[in-house]
């Protein structure tokens, strides 16, 4: 993940340490972070908290392009390290709360809530 992007890396490391808040993740694939789209790819958000310091909320950009599929899609991003996931379809945003449910009930989505937490504290 090191030569993830070449230059881009420098951009992204440049505005974290500039106290960027929030990092929207896309659904592109970049060979670098795995064969997944990055959204899903575990890797991406290794590289952004680990490699590049980020301590910020991670968003993913829109679940629903993945007609139908918004719900796995949701439940695979959380378990990769997103915190927010956008769905801006209504009834794929349901399929995708009844999906993560379980993993909320069991705590494995307890560090997201907590950096949520902190990001609201810090709007006030």
Not at 50 to 78: K, P, Q, Y
Not at 103 to 118: E, Q, S, T, W
Request: hydrophobic fraction near 50%; include cysteine.
């Amino acid at each position: 993940a090191a030569h993830y992007l070449g230059r881009r890396a420098a951009q992204h490391r440049a505005a974290i340490e500039a106290g960027v808040a929030c990092v929207m993740v896309g659904h592109g694939v970049y060979p670098s972070l795995g064969g997944r789209r990055a959204v899903v790819e575990p890797s991406t958000y290794r590289l952004l908290r680990t490699s590049l310091g980020f301590r910020g909320i991670t968003i993913t950009d829109s679940l629903s392009v993945v007609h139908g599929r918004a719900a796995a899609w949701a439940v695979a991003a959380a378990r990769a390290g997103a915190d927010l996931l956008l769905v801006n379809n209504q009834a794929e945003a349901r399929r995708a709360i009844s999906a993560l449910t379980p993993l909320a009930r069991v705590g494995a989505l307890d560090a997201h809530i907590a950096r949520l937490l902190r990001f609201r504290s810090g709007l006030r």
